[in-house]
């Protein structure tokens, strides 16, 4: 019997955005894409094994950079079954003729990280000019929610500095009647990322991480990785288009690191202890 996991697979780590909170445009981070023909590849060695209950097509990049990024949702819905398939991207390519390309290929869900709420903000955050594409884009698809694809799962992640209540008042007044269209948005705080080297030696776990157990994450390049935390990559547990899933996964490397998260012990600056789970003391 399969075992059933999330499976988060970063299809590209490329972006046309240079966020000034995010670690993409870190020169340390690796620029890859993902064939539709290496994703099947993949996809093929893993589901041997395991039942992805769920499918995340997007991780440290932007996903619609990714030429064959259409015919990748079609492969994990025809070649693969997969039931939810959803991606995370900033908007500024899903034009409408791409949009409706990329509901028919069979997307479940689509979130748009939108980090300000003026021209002004946008570009002084995502460092491009891009606020009235991105607004008109996300209009565009709750157009389209409305009128034609009504299961169609559209979200919006922000990391404004602003009461929750506040924000959602901001984005009612720039999207209208179609706001209650919007099934989530949700706010983050800007906390740790490697790119400004903020880490402390006094953190200690807060919650314990279920990624490990629970969940697969696999790099642009076809190999196992641990999480899309791991901005880097500095944890990769080998390549799946050269490997058995199964080799990989219950390898030495993979079964140090569960034991880690089991025991809650880890090496001074192991990723997992530097981890937004973790907190200072």
Same mark, same amino acid.
């Given at each position: ?20 909170f995010c670690s993409n445009s870190d020169p340390r981070t690796i620029k ?21 209950? #769920? ?48 509901? #028919?290929?069979?997307?479940?869900s689509i979130k748009f990280s939108i980090n300000a709420v003026d021209v ?94 629970k969940e697969l994450y696999i790099n642009s390049d076809g190999s196992l ?57």
């Amino acid at each position: 019997m399969k075992t059933v996991k999330k499976v988060n697979f970063d299809i590209c780590t490329f972006c046309n955005h240079k966020c000034t909170f995010c670690s993409n445009s870190d020169p340390r981070t690796i620029k890859y894409q993902t064939s539709l023909n290496d994703f099947r590849k993949v996809m093929q060695n893993v589901t041997k094994y395991v039942e992805p209950s #769920e499918l995340g097509l997007s991780a440290k990049g932007e996903v619609l950079v990714n030429k064959e990024f259409v015919q990748i949702i079609e492969s994990s819905k025809k070649d693969f079954n997969i039931p939810y398939v959803y991606f995370s991207t900033n908007g500024a390519l899903l034009d409408k003729t791409k949009a409706i390309q990329v509901i #028919e290929a069979g997307i479940d869900s689509i979130k748009f990280s939108i980090n300000a709420v003026d021209v002004q903000t946008y570009k002084n955050v995502h460092q491009v000019d891009d606020f009235n594409v991105v607004i008109e884009n996300f209009k565009n698809l709750l157009e389209l929610k409305k009128s034609k694809y009504p299961k169609l799962k559209l979200t919006i992640s922000s990391v404004i500095n602003m009461d929750e209540k506040e924000l959602k008042s901001m984005f009612k007044k720039l999207f209208g009647e179609n706001f209650e269209l919007i099934d989530m948005i949700s706010v983050y705080a800007i906390t740790y990322t490697p790119k400004f080297n903020e880490i402390s030696s006094s953190k200690v776990v807060t919650k314990k991480c279920s990624i490990p157990f629970k969940e697969l994450y696999i790099n642009s390049d076809g190999s196992l990785g641990l999480c899309c935390k791991d901005y880097f990559d500095e944890i990769n547990f080998g390549s799946l288009l050269d490997s058995d899933f199964m080799d990989i996964y219950n390898g030495d490397k993979f079964k140090e690191i569960r034991a880690m998260h089991e025991n809650n012990v880890f090496p001074d600056n192991h990723l997992c202890k530097n981890c937004l789970l973790y907190g200072g003391e």
